[in-house]
């Protein structure tokens, strides 16, 4: 499975100058939105290196090879959920590295380095946004699913702003019990209740998009 | 010796195309020619053994064990080649054999290293800067690298020229000097056949004609031409297969002692060739 | 050891394989004992089916020409040479007789046969 996640990275080396720069570009960009631009930025970062694992395996058609070769379909979709964990974390490495260099020389205006609880959100957003679109991608194929996960990806992407916006500007009941929720997820406990939800709704969406590739056809 | 390769009764329906019933089986140590015209099942059929798509019923039994219930453990000793290349065309050769290698238990990195000096290929080369013959000989390479005991090969040769397709054809009765391995080869290019095959399976709209060993099909098999008159309700019923015109006909005839030999004597007998078989089950009448 | 097969002839694959190579025993230049390719040998340098070549070698083996040692391969039999003088008698029998029934057609005599037997004989012998 580790050889399929290796793939994974070999596939997208040619683009690593891309990827590197798109953590400058966040910091510019999102310093001036509602949310933390470290999380912002590297769930871009991870949406676009995910897609480009199912854009690289639809051009070649190389999922008939995979399947072929002796892997358990199981194992093939395991490593779509690993290979998202592990952009996730380079994802989240490069953008405090980025971090780390602005705020040594003073660009961008940031405000803060990264903390822990942006870990803890960058792996919600990942999990709910990998938990939606794998299955989709692992039944339909990538050309299918692009469209619809663009707009799953631009909503989760924007969901930070949007709370955050709406504690700071609008005095409302929900808005106080939304507050206090977030509240006590900032807490250590509540961090580490959010990672469990996080990993479960990965497993779930596992458990379904093997069920969907066990029967798939090639 | 028990048989590498059994399928039983396979069926499968898919889209407008249905195959049906599907029976034969493979030795160890022998070529098998999997043949038939342009869509008569042979790619459905070899996806089916590779578990690419799913049977509706039936049976594949591979080194003895079921298909679908071994899947891995049986892959980790079949080499497949399928007809279009499918390895990433941006990487490099080396790079892929970096992915592929921990794929196989027994993959052996130095034939791997081996084959490609022999096939001429340079393993810095990206696949998308190969030929068509060199992505395939590519394939063959990872193929034949592990240890592996069916070598699959679905329509290899087809766009390669002559020289390539013997080129292809003697690694392969090079793979057969042991014993243990076998090949099945599909394909519609007759020819490549005609000499190192050992059995004959012949599949045309989602039904298998024949399986038996080639000698059988060319020693025993016979065009018989004539006048028109001559076609009489005897050979129709014999024969295999008839085509008539105006003046004359052809028949495939299994068993020429059948035909009087009065009528016999005034016919043409010739022997004939594995092409002659296809066009024959593919365009002839079927008899009764 | 020297077989070429003629795609063109009447005679089955197997059945040129083993007239060859009954041939080459008769003529001595395979001798008792000697090796001969294997099987999967013989079918990859004459590019045929290995199933061919092993009929062929059943064939020669139950004419009593070779014999085939199981994990060792085939071999020439040891020829008992009342029977391969048998052998070769038989075979410029056969053609004898052809020409023996020809002569009579065409009306010649025996002493004349002879002479020109003779004479032929002779004439390979000199040169």
Same mark, same amino acid.
């Given at each position: 499975m580790l050889s399929l996640c290796i793939r994974d990275m070999l596939l997208i080396k040619n683009h690593w100058k891309l990827i590197l720069g798109y953590p400058i570009f966040a910091l510019l960009v999102f310093?001036?939105?509602?949310?933390s631009p470290y999380v912002i930025g590297a769930f871009m970062i991870v949406y676009l290196m995910n897609q480009y694992y199912f854009y690289y395996d639809e051009k070649n058609k190389s999922e008939k090879i995979f399947v072929s070769f002796p892997f358990r379909r199981k194992t093939i979709v395991q490593s779509r959920y690993l290979s998202l964990i592990i952009s996730c974390l380079v994802a989240f490495i490069l953008m405090a590295i980025a971090g780390l260099i602005a705020i040594n020389f003073d660009v961008f205006q940031l405000q803060r380095w990264v903390k822990a609880i942006d870990m803890v959100q960058l792996l919600l957003m990942t999990a709910i946004f990998g938990g939606l679109s794998l299955p989709l991608y692992l039944r339909f194929g990538y050309s299918k699913m692009r469209a619809i996960n663009i707009i799953i990806f631009f909503i989760i992407f924007f969901i930070p702003s949007i709370i955050n916006g709406l504690i700071n500007e609008v005095s409302h009941p929900i808005i106080e019990t939304l507050k206090n929720i977030l509240i006590k997820v900032s807490s250590y406990n509540g961090m580490f209740m959010s990672v469990l939800f996080s990993i479960c709704i990965l497993l779930v969406s596992m458990l379904i998009a093997s069920s969907f590739y066990e029967r798939r056809e090639f | 010796m028990s048989k590498i390769l059994e399928i039983s009764n396979l069926r499968k329906e898919y889209n407008k195309f249905l195959l049906k019933d599907i029976s034969f089986s493979l030795e160890r140590g022998y070529i098998m020619g999997f043949i038939g015209p342009n869509g008569a099942g042979k790619s459905t059929t070899i996806k089916l053994i590779m578990n690419l798509i799913n049977k509706d019923s039936g049976k594949i039994k591979i080194f003895d064990m079921d298909n679908e219930k071994y899947d891995t453990d049986i892959k980790q000793k079949i080499g497949f080649v399928y007809d279009e290349n499918y390895f990433y065309v941006d990487l490099s050769i080396k790079t892929l054999h970096r992915i592929i290698a921990p794929v196989y238990k027994k993959w052996d990195s130095k034939k791997f290293n081996n084959y490609l000096s022999d096939f001429d290929l340079d393993p810095n080369k990206k696949i998308k800067q190969l030929s068509k013959g060199m992505k395939m000989k590519f394939s063959l390479a990872v193929a034949l690298s592990?240890? *592996?005991?069916l070598i699959i090969m679905d329509e290899p040769t087809s766009g390669l020229d002559p020289v390539f397709r013997s080129e292809i054809l003697e690694i392969l009765s090079d793979i057969i000097q042991d014993e243990r391995k076998s090949v099945l080869f599909s394909t519609h290019i007759t020819s490549d056949l005609e000499? %190192? *095959? !050992?059995y004959i399976t012949f599949i045309n709209d989602g039904e298998i004609v024949l399986s038996c060993p080639k000698y059988d099909i060319l020693e025993n098999y016979k065009i018989v031409k004539g006048k028109?008159? $001559? $076609?009489d309700n005897n050979i129709k019923r014999i024969a295999e297969n008839y085509r008539e015109n105006s003046f004359n006909f052809e028949a495939l005839v299994s068993? %020429?002692?059948? %035909? !009087?030999k009065a009528v016999r004597d005034e016919l043409t007998i010739e022997k004939p060739t594995l092409d002659d078989i296809m066009i024959f089950t593919a365009r002839g009448e079927k008899s009764a | 050891m020297y077989i070429i097969i003629k795609n #063109? #002839?009447?005679?089955?694959i197997y059945l040129q394989i083993t007239k060859q190579i009954k041939k080459l025993i008769m003529q001595g230049e395979l001798s008792s004992g000697e090796a001969l390719p294997s099987i999967r040998g013989l079918a990859k340098e004459l590019q045929i089916s290995v199933i061919t070549t092993k009929r062929a070698y059943e064939e020669l083996e139950k004419e009593g020409f070779i014999e085939t040692i199981a994990g060792k391969g085939s071999f020439v039999a040891m020829q008992n040479n009342e029977l391969l003088r048998e052998k070769k008698r038989k075979v410029i029998e056969e053609k004898l007789e052809e020409v023996v029934a020809e002569s009579k057609l065409l009306k010649i005599e025996l002493n004349e046969l002879q002479e020109m037997l003779k004479l032929i004989y002779e004439e390979g012998y000199n040169e």
């Open positions: 310093s001036k939105l509602n949310a | 592990h240890d *592996a005991e000499r %190192i *095959a !050992d028109k008159s $001559l $076609l068993n %020429i002692n059948k %035909i !009087d | #063109s #002839s009447d005679d089955p």
